[in-house]
């Protein structure tokens, strides 16, 4: 078919950058942990007695072993999170499948997706999924058993999320540490507000799934006014999906999606607010068929030519606007995770460290002192010693002669006698 569509060889992706970030933050960490550890322990092993370690000293670091503790925790969990929103049916289900290279969540006419869905990288090789307030782990081999353990949890609501784990061989986003969020359509909802704060203030991009068969709408738009307002310029994309339903209008497509760019750009930079210029904003929107390009990577990973069947026209120009959407996406996540995720954790590793140094240099300010203390009192004592013999040495000297000469005398008067 002439057309390359290998998928981005991990090394290449943008996505290493926040890969890289994280594996060096958490080096690092690891070492502010063992010097923080270290200090506490010294601490705790200067004798009471001595008097050189305060209270609140003791207090401040043994703080810092827990915050470290808790860091490294989140570190360890961190990765890049992107979620999904849209109308029912405008496939939001088909844009993540295709982005992961499988059919792995539900989808279908109708309203299919009734809750939120994380799917993130499953660390032993095997598919499950766990609900919320459940640890019991669900095996999921195929997506209509996944269909159905979600209807199983439908007394959850849609504001619940199910988490799936899912193998990592055949999806580069997984394995680079990307969680993808689906949810159910804006339009079904009326809790948007709870879903955009449990489920959209960590969120490092959203993407909407528009329908380029209609127009934006109010309920979609409203749902990005909440979510910046929660959230200070967030990273919106927006993806015209079921573009192929274009092809069978030639003669409107040029004008069509003219419209849609025209109307989505005014969106993000003068409604929104959350791109600068009109040229950023054209940057972020694009013309796609997520129903295409899944089928083309699922026949790839079979061996089959990427577009088999009936393929409508400008198959290829939708497939590669689909792949610049995510090598845009990848840059922007993985700049923007890296920033949001790691930049606090950085400040406060900074301030552990420094306030940890400031009591270990108090420490060994006032043990200098009482050790220069300490040689001065023995100087003295060695003075006074010093003293003390040298007068010793010349009462000794002095007696030696009175005893010489009472002797000499006792000898003379012995002689006279005699
Ligand atoms: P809910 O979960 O119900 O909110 O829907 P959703 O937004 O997840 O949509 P879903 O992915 O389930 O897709 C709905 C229907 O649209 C399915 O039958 C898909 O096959 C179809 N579909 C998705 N993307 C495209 C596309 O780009 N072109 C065409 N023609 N159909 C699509
Ligand atoms: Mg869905």
Not at 62 to 86: N, P, Q, Y
Not at 159 to 164: E, G, P, Q, R
């Amino acid at each position: 078919n002439g057309l390359s569509i290998s998928p981005t060889t991990s090394l290449q992706s943008p996505l290493q950058i926040f890969v890289r970030a994280k594996k060096k933050i958490n080096l690092v960490y690891g070492e502010v942990e063992v010097y923080v550890n270290d200090s506490a322990n010294f601490l705790l092993g200067v004798p009471k007695n001595c008097e050189l370690v305060k209270q609140e000293e003791q207090d401040i670091v043994t703080s810092h072993v827990g915050k470290v503790k808790g860091i490294r925790e989140v570190l360890a969990r961190d990765h890049m999170k992107v979620a999904f929103f849209g109308r029912t049916s405008n496939g939001k289900s088909t844009v993540i499948n295709s982005m992961l290279r499988e059919r792995i969540l539900p989808s279908g006419i109708g309203h299919t997706t009734n809750c939120f869905i994380q799917v993130e990288a499953s660390e032993n090789g095997e598919s499950y999924l766990i609900a919320e307030n459940s640890d019991e782990r669900k095996n999921v081999k195929s997506v209509s058993q996944l269909a159905h353990s979600l209807l199983c949890s439908d007394s959850l609501g849609d504001n619940s999320l199910v988490k799936v784990f899912w193998p990592t061989d055949k999806c580069p986003l997984l394995r680079d540490d990307v969680v993808l969020v689906d949810s159910p359509g804006i339009d079904v909802s009326p809790n948007l507000d709870s879903w955009i704060d449990r489920h959209c203030l960590d969120a490092d991009v959203f993407v909407l799934v528009a329908n380029s068969e209609s127009t934006l709408m109010l309920t979609e738009k409203n749902f990005f006014f909440k979510v910046s307002a929660r959230l200070s310029k967030p990273n919106v994309f927006v993806l015209n999906n079921r573009w192929d339903a274009s092809a069978s209008e030639p003669e409107f497509l040029e004008e069509v999606r003219k419209q849609h760019l025209l109307r989505t750009v005014d969106f993000l930079v003068d409604e929104l607010k959350v791109c600068n210029s009109r040229a950023e904003a054209e940057q972020r929107v694009f013309f796609v068929s997520a129903k295409e390009v899944l089928q083309a990577r699922i026949n790839e990973f079979k061996g089959l030519p990427i577009n088999t069947g009936m393929v409508a026209d400008g198959f290829h120009g939708r497939y590669f606007e689909f792949q610049d959407f995510e090598r845009k996406f990848e840059e922007c996540i993985s700049k923007s995770a890296v920033r949001t995720k790691f930049d606090q954790h950085t400040k406060r590793g900074k301030a552990i460290v420094s306030d940890t140094r400031n009591v270990m240099e108090a420490l060994l300010e006032r043990a200098s002192v009482k050790r220069a203390a300490k040689t001065q009192i023995r100087r003295e004592v060695l003075d006074h010693l010093d003293f003390t013999e040298k007068q010793l040495q010349l009462v000794t000297v002095e007696m030696k002669d009175k005893i010489c000469k009472m002797v000499e005398e006792v000898e003379h008067k012995v002689s006279k006698a005699l």
